[in-house]
């Protein structure tokens, strides 16, 4: 098997001695590929942007609707539509189990990546919502070395969380480490928090 990936590779090399334009024609395929890859990651940090600010907009919005009795109707899709949110809110029992929960997640999807060397974790203190006692907000920041595509999987991870996760910046460098910075918010709630019973 090695014979013949040696054969390949030297058929390869004699095919793009003999045609310089091959090479050309390859470096032109990879550029392609790259420029795809980064406007999905750009279209994915818009995107994540959007979703952080509606998520947050709609907490605040069913919120203050429960408060106005007159909106009988209006109330009852609200709370429905809270209560729908909050069911992906997992329990902490404090706010420094919220920080190691988020802290241990981010860790596996950071094992995940080529480059884990390079992986750094960034969780800061939890601070509590005003608008919604007993929710949790969690801010952190996932920073590593990875390719274009690493971060897309990355980011379709983080989307694809059972629970309340939001994707509040994302930013890249196109140097030569390709080092991708995803900046997050997780939500948690205490035990006295909207709803008492722990997740499945």
Same mark, same amino acid.
């Given at each position: 098997m090695q014979s013949s990936l040696t054969s390949a590779l030297a058929t390869l090399r004699a095919q793009l001695d003999s045609a310089p334009w091959l090479r050309w024609a390859l470096l032109v395929i990879?550029?392609?590929?790259? =420029? =795809?890859l980064l406007q999905a990651? +750009?279209?994915?940090?818009t995107k994540a942007q959007h979703e952080s600010i509606e998520q947050e907009a709609?907490?605040?919005? @069913?919120?203050?609707?429960?408060?106005?009795?007159v909106w009988l109707a209006r109330a009852q899709e609200s709370q429905?539509?809270?209560?729908?949110?909050?069911?992906?809110?997992?329990?902490?029992?404090?706010?420094?189990?919220?920080?190691?929960?988020?802290?241990?997640?981010?860790?596996?999807?950071?094992?995940?990546?080529?480059?884990? +060397?390079?992986?750094?974790?960034?969780?800061?203190?939890?601070?509590?919502? +005003?608008?919604?006692?007993?929710?949790l907000r969690v801010r952190a920041t996932l920073r590593a070395g990875m390719s274009a595509r690493e971060a897309i999987n990355i980011i379709r991870q983080i +989307?694809?969380?059972?629970?309340? @996760?939001?994707?509040?910046?994302?930013?890249?460098?196109?140097?030569?480490?390709?080092?991708?910075?995803i900046g997050l918010n997780a939500y948690y709630r205490t035990p006295e928090g909207p709803r008492t019973e722990p997740l499945p």
């Open positions: 990879a550029a392609l590929a790259s =420029f =795809f990651l +750009e279209e994915a940090r709609k907490l605040r919005q @069913v919120r203050a609707l429960q408060g106005q009795d429905e539509l809270l209560d729908a949110m909050q069911a992906q809110i997992p329990v902490a029992a404090t706010p420094g189990a919220a920080q190691a929960a988020l802290q241990s997640w981010l860790g596996g999807l950071g094992n995940a990546i080529a480059d884990s +060397e390079s992986v750094r974790i960034s969780v800061d203190n939890a601070a509590a919502l +005003e608008e919604i006692p007993g929710v +989307e694809s969380a059972p629970s309340l @996760v939001v994707i509040d910046s994302l930013d890249l460098r196109s140097d030569a480490n390709r080092v991708v910075a």
